[in-house]
């Protein structure tokens, strides 16, 4: 569902409201679809089969606004895993921001069902990949021409596809405590969060908004790549040879 509005947010706190907003109404439907299904599992036969299929009906309907990415595996006749990638903590709970400095993180979240072990820990996984901040997602807004959340679940679905999220948290050189991932038409800086590996998105600066200083050193990189292809830079090999503007 796209919820669009033809009205363009240019301020930041204005767009930050509207995201805490949404997050806001996407909880409560959470809430609201987490109940119905449940119930009717109630009213079930308490089987493995029968959780499992609940809490794929629960995703289906509360994620649909938030998922990046939705993925069957099925291993022989029985075996079958479903993998969500999303946006929001777990159960879109609104409380489960993370705080540095009062800036809000959002994290994009890996969540597994196992049809065999639905109801323990190894079945039902949800972890968390990246934290997103709220600052980024404002820029999305702000930088687009609609007024939508799906605003910022296709920008993010176009830089974090499965190639991307495995260079970042699999390769041994890629883990760096800051870095700056190239897409091919935008540069986005990383710290990672203190005591964790999981990198936390600063900020999101697409090719329009790059000075000529950025376009001079990026664009050929930039030009290069394909869809969905990243390149990943130590901060300081990155800001030794792009400015980064303070205010991006």
Known sequence: MDNSKPIKISNESAAKAFIRGEFRRLRERFEEVNDKHILAFNRKKKTLKNFYQSQLDINRESLSELLIEYKV?????????????????????????????DEHFYPLCSHVVDKKRPMN?????????????????????????????????????????????????????????????????????????????????????????????????????????????IRVFESNVFNSEVYISPDL
Not at 76 to 89: F, M, P, Q, R, V
Not at 204 to 219: A, C, F, G, Q, R
């Open 121 to 229: 820990n190894n079945g039902y996984c949800i972890r968390a990949l990246v934290y997103i901040s709220e600052h980024a997602m404002a820029r999305m807004i702000t930088r687009n021409s609609k007024q939508s959340i799906k605003v910022v679940v296709d920008t993010l679905a176009g830089i974090f596809n499965e190639n991307a999220i495995r260079m970042i948290f699999s390769d041994a050189d890629v883990k760096f405590q800051n870095f700056v991932v190239v897409t091919r038409n935008c540069y986005i800086p990383f710290v990672r969060q203190e005591n964790s590996d999981i990198p936390i998105m600063k900020t999101w600066v697409p090719e329009e908004y790059w000075d000529d200083k950025n376009n001079m050193k990026l664009s050929n990189l930039a030009h290069s790549l394909t869809e969905g292809e």
């Open 73 to 101: 595996f099925n291993k022989g006749k029985t075996a079958e895993l479903t993998k969500y990638i999303y946006i929001g903590a777990t159960a879109i709970d609104i409380e489960g921001y993370k705080y540095t400095k």
